[in-house]
C-alpha cells in the first residue's frame, strides 16, 4: 500500500545550520507531496507542495524537490531559526481523498 | 484565505460525559473534512473522512457509536465524544478540502479533550 517514510528524529541543529530532513514516498502512482509544520501545541500548516514530478515547493526559505525517479521529497533550509523548532510532517495524496503522513520529525534549533 | 477554526481549542470533561468539537472552514466550501486523533509525539491518525450530507467513513477500529460526526453544512462539520473516559484524552485536530480542490488540506488548530 501507500506509505510515507521520514527521517526519524529529533534533530537537533544550531541556528544557520542547513537543515535536510529526507521523505520518501511509496505508491502506486505519482502522488502530490506535501510538508506540514507543527509548532508545540497547534495544529499543522501547509509548508509547501509538489504536485508533478520536477516541481520544486518553497515557503519561507524551505524548499524541496519532487524527484520522480525516488519519489523523494527532502526538505531543506540554508540557514535555520530558533523559531523554526517544530514537528515537520511529510505527506501525499494520489488523488484519492486520504493524505498519508509520515511520521514526523522534530527539530530543534539552538541558538 | 483557506482558515480552518476548531472550537473549544481546550476542553476538560468528567467521565462519561459527551464532548462536542465544531471544525469549520472560514473562507472556503468544503465538501470533505477529516478528523484527526494526534496521541503526544505521534503522527496523525485519521479517524473518519467527513462528507457533507452523507455519513461519515470511519477507518478501522474507531467506534462509530463513540465518535459521532455530523457534516451538516459545507462549512461545518462536528465531532461529538460520547460518554468519554479518560482513554479518549487526545489531541483532536480536523482538516477541511476545498470543493475541487487538488488534495491540499487545510488543517485546524487542534482541540486538547482531558477526561478525568
Known amino acids: 500500500g501507500n506509505s510515507v517514510t521520514q527521517m526519524e528524529g529529533p534533530v537537533t541543529l544550531s541556528e544557520e545550520a542547513f537543515l535536510t530532513i529526507n521523505c520518501t514516498y511509496t505508491?502506486?502512482?505519482?502522488?502530490?507531496l506535501f510538508w506540514y509544520v507543527q509548532y508545540p501545541g497547534e495544529g499543522l500548516q501547509l509548508l509547501l507542495k509538489?504536485?508533478?514530478?520536477?516541481d520544486k515547493g518553497s515557503n519561507k526559505g524551505f524548499e524541496a524537490t519532487y524527484r520522480k525517479e525516488t519519489t523523494s521529497f527532502h526538505l531543506e533550509k540554508g540557514s535555520v531559526q530558533v523559531s523554526d523548532s517544530a514537528v515537520y510532517f511529510c505527506?501525499?495524496?494520489?488523488?484519492?481523498?486520504?493524505?498519508?503522513f509520515g511520521a514526523g520529525t522534530r527539530l530543534f534549533v539552538k541558538a | 484565505g483557506a482558515v480552518v477554526s476548531q472550537h473549544p481549542s481546550w476542553v476538560i470533561c468528567k467521565s462519561g460525559t459527551s464532548v462536542k468539537i465544531e471544525c469549520r472552514s472560514l473562507?472556503?466550501?468544503?465538501?470533505?473534512m477529516f478528523w484527526y486523533r494526534q496521541f503526544p509525539k505521534q503522527s496523525l491518525m485519521l479517524m473518519a473522512t467527513?462528507?457533507?450530507?452523507?455519513?461519515?467513513?470511519?477507518e478501522q477500529g474507531v467506534e462509530k457509536d463513540k465518535f459521532l460526526i455530523n457534516h451538516a453544512s459545507l462549512t461545518l462539520s462536528t465531532l461529538t465524544v460520547t460518554s468519554a473516559h479518560p482513554e479518549d484524552s487526545s489531541f483532536y485536530i480536523c482538516?477541511?478540502?476545498?470543493?475541487?480542490?487538488?488534495?491540499?488540506?487545510?488543517f485546524g488548530p487542534g482541540t486538547r479533550l482531558l477526561v478525568l
Open positions: 505527506a501525499g495524496n494520489t488523488g484519492g481523498f486520504k493524505t498519508i
Open positions: 482538516s477541511a478540502q476545498e470543493v475541487g480542490g487538488k488534495e491540499t488540506q487545510y
Open positions: 505508491a502506486t502512482g505519482y502522488p502530490s
Open positions: 467527513s462528507n457533507e450530507g452523507s455519513k461519515a467513513t470511519y
Open positions: 473562507d472556503f466550501q468544503a465538501t470533505t
Open positions: 509538489a504536485t508533478k514530478a520536477d
